[in-house]
């Protein structure tokens, strides 16, 4: 899921800009986290949307 790989950059973020020795870069990193995090719960909104509105599409069996 979309949602899935926006937190997973987020937390990368976040854990790099831990790191960084330069303050104004660490913070911009942050701040992009915080963007990543905000598209995250944004994709998992539309994901629900999606689900509840389109039931899944099963394979065709296959014929013998």
Do not use: N
Not at 1 to 6: A, I, K
């Amino acid at each position: 899921m979309l949602s899935e790989q926006y937190l997973k950059t987020a937390y990368t973020l976040v854990r790099v800009a831990r790191d960084m020795a330069d303050q104004t870069i660490a913070d911009r990193l942050k701040a992009l986290a915080e963007d990543y995090e905000r598209r995250a719960e944004q994709a998992l909104m539309t994901d629900t949307t999606d689900a509840s509105t389109h039931p899944p599409v099963l394979p065709e069996p296959a014929e013998k």
